[in-house]
């Protein structure tokens, strides 16, 4: 591995395992240096350990967490130059069925949660990149931002919203002379802990067989005839963290095997 991330603060949220886990993996493996957060305290504690990083316990949906999240940061190193938020839940159920209680449950995880980040971290960020390098926001969207998927109405909206936040402040923090950078990656099927969740939700909808490899049915259907792993989408977000992506603000990141590319 390289020194692509050396001396860069970085915080990921959602880091105790699955695509949070496997993007601090690969940014400590490039010389980042890691806060990592989740509700799992226990689960982010050892990943950090393993690591050579801080853990917080932390709730994406709560303003307050945020804020000891800030001051913890500013304490620490004073600036962040990275800032991941990948924190979020999946819900499979038709839209006939979510209760509004659902629907703001998945809106604050997966939508609410990316805001209040952004808004709390903004100005460790601005501080970080008036230093140097441009600051840089990832931003965990998924191609169910794109379009639309069965039975899952809240979630999808709520990864729209993300795309759409981070077009917003990509361009709004441009335009205000802010040296911090807003992307987001939208990764395809990716094989984590929550994909597993949504598998068995897929076999009970009869999206996909009951008989036979669900992983087999799923890699069918994807152009490049394979599941994603969690390092695929870790590379692009070593990418967005880097210099090399200097100028590329805005942009969405589709990490996905061709799926939405039919
Ligand atoms: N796995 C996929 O196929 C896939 C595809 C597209 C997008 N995504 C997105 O990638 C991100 C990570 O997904 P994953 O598959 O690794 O999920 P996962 O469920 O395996 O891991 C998510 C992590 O987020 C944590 N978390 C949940 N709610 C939280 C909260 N309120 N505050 C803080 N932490 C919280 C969980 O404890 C868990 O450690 C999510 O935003 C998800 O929507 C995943």
């Known amino acids: 591995m390289g020194q692509r991330l050396a001396g860069r603060i970085a915080f990921v949220t959602g880091a105790a395992q699955g695509i949070g886990a496997g993007i601090a993996r690969a940014m400590a493996a490039e010389g980042a240096r890691l806060i990592l957060s989740d509700l799992?305290?226990?689960?982010?504690?050892?990943?950090?350990?393993?690591?050579?990083?801080?853990?917080?316990?932390?709730?994406?949906?709560?303003?307050r967490d945020w804020a000891d999240a800030a001051e913890l940061v500013e304490e620490a190193f004073g600036h962040l130059d990275v800032l991941v938020n990948n924190a979020g839940i999946e819900m499979v159920k038709p839209a006939s069925e979510t209760s509004l209680d659902d629907w703001r449950r998945v809106m604050s995880i997966n939508l609410d949660g990316v805001f209040i980040g952004c808004r709390t971290l903004q100005p460790l960020l601005a501080a970080a990149g008036a230093a140097g390098a441009s600051a840089s926001v990832i931003n965990i969207s998924s191609i169910a931002g794109l379009v639309g998927y069965p039975n899952q109405a809240a979630y999808n909206t709520s990864k729209a919203g993300v795309r759409h936040l981070t077009?917003?402040?990509?361009?709004?923090?441009?335009?205000?002379?802010?040296?911090?950078?807003?992307?987001?990656?939208?990764?395809?099927?990716?094989?984590?802990?929550?994909?597993?969740?949504?598998?068995?939700?897929?076999?009970?909808?009869?999206?996909?067989?009951?008989?036979?490899?669900?992983?087999?049915?799923i890699a069918a259907l994807c152009p490049m005839r394979r599941v994603g792993r969690v390092e695929d989408i870790a590379h692009g977000a070593v990418y967005l963290a880097s210099d090399e992506s200097a100028f590329v603000t805005g942009l969405e990141l589709v990490i996905d095997g061709g799926w939405v590319a039919r």
């Open 167 to 217: 077009k917003s402040l990509a361009i709004e923090w441009a335009h205000h002379g802010y040296p911090i950078r807003v992307n987001s990656i939208h990764p395809g099927c990716i094989r984590t802990p929550m994909l597993e969740l949504a598998v068995e939700g897929w076999i009970a909808e009869g999206s996909i067989p009951a008989d036979g490899d669900p992983w087999t049915a």
């Open 40 to 63: 799992n305290e226990a689960g982010v504690t050892a990943l950090a350990a393993k690591l050579g990083a801080r853990a917080i316990r932390h709730d994406v949906a709560s303003e």
